[in-house]
């Protein structure tokens, strides 16, 4: 019985809505509204990368993740893609909060040390802009806005430990 989880993809500004299906050591993905399709798929050795075949095709795929978000660094047959992965809970979650415009709050979503803060209060900020690093599990994450405005009150420093959810700072919009 295949077992599916939903993901939504950005890959190169693009929005696609990615089932990924296992039934034991078989995979299938569908992409968008079209049908389940079996593919072979192979974690090479020390992850990250993947291989896969499809329709006769190979393809190698490497893949890091970048933050929490969901940003990846990935590669596809040696060729750089702009690519965002977030299950489909989560982006509705982030989807409602950018269409309610944000409430400015930046929150760490993971436990971890603040390595670098690059924004200082009364600073003006765009959305994507890097506001700070978070390291946890020995990666680090680069938090950016998600919303355009000024950097309100900035709650942490460098070297400051950070639980999931505390308050990091606050972008203030015109509104």
């Known amino acids: 019985m295949w077992m599916k989880k939903k993901y939504v993809m950005h890959i190169a500004g693009e929005q696609i809505t990615t089932v990924l299906a296992r039934d034991g050591d078989r995979i299938a ?5 079209g049908e389940l399709r079996e593919i072979d798929a192979a ?22 993740p970048r933050e929490a978000t969901g940003a990846v660094a990935a590669s596809v047959d040696g060729r750089a893609v702009d690519l965002t992965v977030m299950d489909e809970l989560r982006a509705m979650a982030l989807e409602s909060r950018v269409d309610a415009g ?20 009364g600073q003006a900020v765009a959305k994507g802009d890097i506001l700070l690093v978070l390291e946890a599990m020995k990666m680090q994450n680069e938090i950016a806005a998600s919303i355009d405005g000024t950097v309100g009150d900035v709650l942490v420093e460098a070297g400051q430990s950070v639980n999931a959810g505390d308050g990091l700072l606050r972008i203030e919009t015109e509104d």
Not at 43 to 57: E, N
Not at 105 to 115: D, F, M, S
């Open 43 to 64: 974690m090479l050795p020390g992850g990250g990368a993947i291989s896969l075949r499809q329709d006769g095709h190979m393809h190698l795929v490497d893949l890091t």
């Open 29 to 33: 993905v569908q992409i968008d509204d």
């Open 102 to 121: 944000g409430d400015g709050a930046v929150n760490a979503e993971i436990p971890g040390l603040v390595v670098e803060v690059y924004v200082e209060s």
